[in-house]
């Protein structure tokens, strides 16, 4: 069976019956946005799928190369930056409905230069690289023309808990010596990967366990950083997402090269993560609108017992949960962008835990409910059901698992009461 994409029907807000209302600026670029969509992504989609699978994760997909440049003339480019003269200067509740749209599909956010690591990284090197590695590293991701990778997650240690990191950092005279083991490195395997932020120890010994930790720029061809192999998630490689181990031997890189400084690293990943993961529930409320377009246009087609599956008591009452799952997620992630906006992002990080909870758990179990509507079909990749449930299941991983975002929720409530 071909890939069968499903007519988009993209919601756009304002819809009367909303609680917010966005700007105008915003309305404008979601209705370019959707149009974007219609006219280049969704046709696309089968292509990109069957170009993933056949050249595999170290290779581009011709289809990203073709449409970066038509999202970049559409001013569709860097959506994600905020006040900036490289991006739309958006606040994150701005970004919030166009993160959505861009979500409904594995190709888009790449297209318009929004997907993940890339986006963190580039807010990272924005805010805390020097003049020039800026020029030599941000200028170019923010065109395009390169990618990077985030290496954090070992796989000797449980990596939820980062001061577990074992990765060393050591000064020798005007360089850093790298040494260390990686995986899930985002992108490593990507031919464009051109730099890395690297996190380890260069202080292992220090008293405050979040002190212990740095970051600091790897160039990619620096010799002793070995890719070795693509990984997959749950069988997929490179979408939805380019997963990589990666070792780095006895590396050295200039010590201009360390970003904000020595012992640094726990606090440039606390401010990294907390965008990120406001983008990936964003972009996961997309994918739940758009799977849940399935189980309806799939449900009012097929008929089992001498009635159509919209006439089964049990698919009612799934796609009735599934309308309350997923708005109550948009209006809590609403909710978290807004309080970033106005509190900043550490203030908010109650509402960004909770968000980054519910948002994963909500998209894995409407998923579910539509890969039943689609019987076996569900669990082949012909209607990229399979794929969207690789990535709601991941994420509920990814930049911290449920435990600990709900630990750190249960801590916050009860201290209230102390």
């Not at 409905?97 to 297209?111: D, F, N, Y």
């Not at 790897?218 to 490179?238: E, K, N, S, W």
């Not at 179990?365 to 991941?394: E, F, K, M, P, S």
Request: proline share 7%; with cysteine.
């Amino acid at each position: 069976m071909p890939f069968l994409p499903v007519p988009p029907a993209v919601r756009l807000p304002p819809r009367k019956e909303d609680v917010y209302e966005f700007p105008p600026k915003v309305q404008d670029l979601q209705q370019r946005l959707a149009a974007f969509m219609e006219a280049h992504i969704y046709p696309n989609e089968q292509r990109y799928y069957r170009e993933a699978e056949e050249l595999g994760p170290w290779k581009v997909a011709p289809v990203l190369d073709e449409l970066k440049p038509l999202a970049r003339a559409a001013g569709l480019w860097n959506l994600f930056l905020p006040a900036s003269e490289h991006g739309a200067g958006l606040t994150n509740f701005g970004y919030a409905p166009l993160c959505e749209i861009m979500g409904r599909s594995h190709l888009a956010p790449e297209v318009f230069n929004c997907s993940a690591p890339d986006t963190g990284n580039m807010e990272v090197l924005a805010r805390y690289a020097t003049p020039e590695h800026q020029e030599r590293w941000l200028k170019p991701l923010l065109a395009g023309e390169i990618r990077s990778c985030f290496a954090m997650t070992e796989p000797a240690v449980a990596s939820s808990d980062a001061t577990n990191i074992e990765s060393s950092i050591v000064r020798d005279g005007d360089h850093y010596v790298i040494n260390g083991h990686k995986w899930y490195t985002t992108n490593a395997t990507d031919p464009r990967c051109a730099v890395c932020i690297f996190m380890g120890k260069s202080d292992p010994d220090n008293a405050d366990r979040h002190r212990q930790q740095s970051m600091v720029l790897v160039p990619m061809d620096t010799p002793g950083v070995q890719v070795l192999r693509a990984i997959p998630v749950f069988g997929f490689y490179g979408v939805p997402d380019r997963a990589s181990e990666v070792v780095f031997e006895n590396v050295r890189v200039p010590v201009s090269n360390m970003l904000l400084g020595e012992g640094r690293g726990f606090e440039i990943a606390q401010g990294r993560l907390g965008p990120g993961r406001i983008h990936h529930c964003m972009r996961l409320i997309g994918l739940a609108e758009r799977m849940l377009e399935r189980m309806c246009r799939r449900s009012l087609s097929r008929t089992a017992f001498g009635k159509t599956l919209a006439q089964q008591g049990v698919t009612l009452e799934r796609i009735a949960q599934s309308r309350i799952l997923i708005d109550q997620a948009r209006l809590l992630t609403l909710n978290a962008a807004h309080r970033m906006d106005t509190v900043g992002n550490k203030a908010a990080k109650a509402e960004i835990a909770m968000i980054k909870v519910a948002a994963p758990q909500m998209a894995c179990q409407v998923i579910d409910w539509v890969i039943q509507a689609h019987g076996g079909g569900g669990t082949n990749n012909d209607l990229g059901i399979a794929a969207a449930y690789a990535t709601a299941r991941l994420l509920r991983l990814a930049d911290g698992p449920d435990e600990v975002h709900c630990a750190q929720i249960g801590k916050l409530e009860l201290a209230k009461y102390r």
